[in-house]
């Protein structure tokens, strides 16, 4: 079994800063790449930012100059740090992993259980 446990999510103003973490335990073997994707009601989930196991980053436009994601493949989590928040950040943040477990062959997706983010105007 893998888990991904998030925190950090929470209610905060226009321009203001948060910080998501994703923690990932469990039966892993080794993490590929790690990202956040956001949910927004009515809308698809979208991908926020990604990061492989390299340095290797991508974010979706409207979060360059913004968000910056890292990881700590030590550890097994990776962090969402957000800045300049505007209220159409508002979503639920989830965590994903594409994760090679020791109970299984090849890599599967993972998600977290997901955070709210909240920015008010």
């Known amino acids: 079994q893998v888990q991904l446990v998030e925190s950090g999510g929470g209610l905060v103003q226009t321009g203001g800063s948060l910080r998501l973490s994703c923690a990932a335990s469990?039966?892993?073997?080794?993490?590929?790449?790690m990202g956040w994707y956001r949910q927004a009601p009515g809308k698809q989930r979208e991908l926020v930012a990604r990061?492989?196991?390299?340095?290797?980053?991508n974010y979706v436009d409207s979060v360059k100059g913004r968000f910056t994601i890292s990881r700590d493949n030590a550890k097994n989590t990776v962090d969402l740090q957000m800045n300049s928040l505007k209220p159409e950040d508002t979503s639920v943040y989830y965590c994903?992993?594409?994760?090679?477990?020791?109970?299984?062959?090849?890599?599967?997706?993972?998600w977290g259980q997901g955070t709210q983010v909240t920015v008010s105007s």
């Open positions: 994903n992993a594409l994760i090679t477990s020791t109970l299984a062959m090849g890599a599967t997706q993972h």
């Open positions: 469990g039966s892993i073997s080794r993490i590929h790449s």
């Open positions: 990061i492989t196991s390299g340095v290797n980053t």
